[in-house]
């Protein structure tokens, strides 16, 4: 073949086309079961960075069994559904469906005799979509921590919501008043709280010339808590371990208690149904 000819031209430069593609293709293949591993060790982190568990990404997994006891994928009326995988539940898809049709993941850790719960967020910022996880405390109005991360905001601008200084401030933090109802997290400019010791004026200091992002954080933190009262509020409605231990020692010879007591060995979170409990 003349190697001067066009035919000879088109013919070269479609097999190198072709070689470059399979090349890509593959290689594209042969990292995408290493990429998937690596999101799903990040989620690990940043769910344990909520509770005060800084780790390595090959530590997380292992930490993240030890101290997550419990993953549940809530439906809206904060009944738990067992047959969605809460860790596999993307928002991004998720918040597109119907209300009813939309799924609630959340984490719950066991640390050293504390309990926390751990909701993710999805929002959008400035510029593109903004995510994160905010722990709750066992009493189910201050926040633990929190943790944040953003597709596209400004450097030194809306992306200072993923530095220390600005998640540290979410800490102790409480998300409802005293009439129980949620206030959630204003990120304001206007707060006369700079410091942040004052834990119930429901405000963190805002960044300076972020205000989109700023108010990208408030409104996903309220939007996403917002979901999750019904199941916070059954949970307050929940006769604990210590209520149930003393009413079998108070009816210890109450057929009804002996009843009690032999169903709950078969509760794994230790509570019994509610028409049981004076």
């Known amino acids: 073949m003349n190697r001067d000819s066009n035919s000879y031209t088109f013919l070269f430069a479609g097999i190198m086309v072709l070689v470059v593609a399979s090349t890509l293709a593959f290689t594209s293949s042969s990292l995408k079961e290493k990429q998937q591993e690596n999101v799903r060790k990040e989620q690990m982190q940043n769910i344990l960075s ?93 926040i633990k921590g929190a943790v944040f991360d953003h597709k ?41 709280d700079p410091k942040g010791e004052d834990k119930e004026d429901y405000e963190v200091d805002a960044i300076s010339g972020s205000t989109i992002t700023g108010d990208g954080v408030t409104d996903m933190i309220f939007e996403r808590l917002n979901h999750y009262m019904v199941f916070f509020n059954n949970l307050k409605n929940e006769p604990n371990k210590e209520q149930i231990s003393n009413h079998i020692q108070n009816h210890k010879y109450d057929n009804l208690a002996n009843s009690m007591y032999t169903g709950l060995l078969q509760f794994d979170r230790g509570y019994v149904p509610r028409k049981f409990i004076n």
């Open 152 to 192: 596209g905001e400004t450097a030194g601008l809306g992306a200072e919501i993923t530095e220390d200084w600005f998640q540290n401030s979410f800490k102790g933090e409480k998300i409802i008043d005293p009439d129980g109802k949620l206030m959630g997290i204003s990120v304001s400019k206007t707060n006369n």
């Open 50 to 142: 909520t509770i005060g568990i800084s780790v390595s990404r090959d530590e997380a997994e292992n930490l993240y069994k030890k101290f997550i006891s419990e993953e549940i994928s809530l439906k809206s009326d904060g009944t738990a559904d067992p047959d969605v995988n809460a860790f596999k539940i993307s928002l991004k898809t998720e918040i597109k469906k119907p209300l009813n049709e939309q799924r609630f993941p959340i984490y719950i850790a066991d640390v050293e005799d504390s309990k926390f719960y751990i909701v993710p967020l999805f929002g959008s910022g400035l510029w593109d979509i903004i995510w994160g996880y905010i722990a709750i405390e066992s009493d189910l109005k201050t």
